[in-house]
């Protein structure tokens, strides 16, 4: 087979639905994971510091002090004073009333209330397909949290083309056309506002945990899932050059053993391209400050 040349394999559709699910997360990710520290409790106040002025005993006991003899003191003559006439009070700046909260719905009616209030904070809804969007989410999160990836769950529309992998001297390589696929999701993913998604997770939370408890988890915070998957996701290597494969006749697996021995979401992120996958981890190191 000459150079460059593009070759497809059964595995080539299972390989691409597969990356497809990762890229989903680390979108839901920036939908949930601003929300991380906003119960952070603000600092103490400080108490106001007092200074102590010591007096020299020496110096003091060298201050003449002039006797003072009351019955003999002339008084003072009075003074009649014009009353300051008060300053009229200034009037209160008007406030403006605080929004009501809005009545959240039942977990199973969710994704409705979920999209329009992200559509009124000006976040581009198109891409989000799911119709359990939070119970979608959570699940996702706490498998890459894991470091492994389901793929039951869809979250935005899968991206066009195929996977395809380029046959140089008789050696496979990921043909690098196919990371374009994930750039329009990638390019959604770095657009969203730190800001507006604190706002919302903030609203939705006791939904959020309610699915967290439906998989097993009653008692726990879904905070600490959303951070053990951003690291997951910022341990990802980003490959330096073309990245050599091998196919099993099943699936493509990486010939490189540092590759292969990744976890399941970290090896599926490694089909996004060098280029996007720094993009991703760029977008959620800034929302880690944020965050931080």
Do not use: C
């Not at 106001?48 to 002090?65: A, F, I, K, N």
């Not at 929004?99 to 904070?121: C, R, Y």
């Not at 939370?205 to 996701?233: C, H, M, N």
């Not at 490694?270 to 977008?283: E, T």
């Amino acid at each position: 087979m000459s150079d460059d040349q593009v070759e497809t394999s059964p595995a080539t559709e299972e390989a691409s639905r597969k990356t497809t699910w990762v890229v989903v997360s680390l979108i839901v990710l920036a939908v949930i994971a601003a929300i991380v520290w906003w119960w952070l409790p603000a600092s103490e106040d400080k108490k106001p510091q007092t200074e102590t002025v010591e007096v020299d005993q020496q110096q003091s006991s060298e201050v003449e002090v002039e006797s003072y003899d009351e019955e003999t003191a002339e008084p003072e003559p009075e003074l009649e004073l014009e009353p300051i006439p008060a300053e009229p009070e200034a009037a209160p700046e008007p406030q403006e009333p605080e929004p009501e909260p809005i009545a959240l719905p039942e977990l199973d009616e969710s994704t409705p209330t979920v999209l329009q209030n992200l559509d009124s904070a000006e976040i581009n809804i198109r891409p989000l397909k799911s119709s359990q969007l939070i119970r979608d989410a959570v699940v996702l999160m706490d498998n890459i949290s894991n470091g492994s990836i389901v793929r039951e769950r869809t979250i935005v529309q899968r991206p066009d083309g195929r996977f395809k992998v380029l046959e140089v001297d008789g050696e496979l390589y990921i043909d690098e056309s196919s990371y374009h696929r994930y750039d329009a999701l990638v390019d959604w993913f770095v657009s969203l506002e730190a800001d507006v998604l604190v706002e919302n997770y903030e609203l939705f939370k006791p939904l959020v945990q309610e699915a967290y408890a439906e998989i097993g988890y009653p008692e726990s915070d879904f905070d600490s899932t959303l951070l053990e998957a951003i690291e997951v996701a910022l341990d990802t290597p980003v490959p330096d050059g073309l990245v050599q494969v091998e196919d099993d006749s099943v699936m493509y697996t990486f010939a490189d053993d540092s590759y292969e021995s990744l976890p399941g979401a970290q090896k599926q992120l490694l089909r996004m391209g060098p280029d996007n996958i720094q993009r991703v981890k760029d977008k959620l190191r800034e929302i880690r400050r944020a965050l931080q």
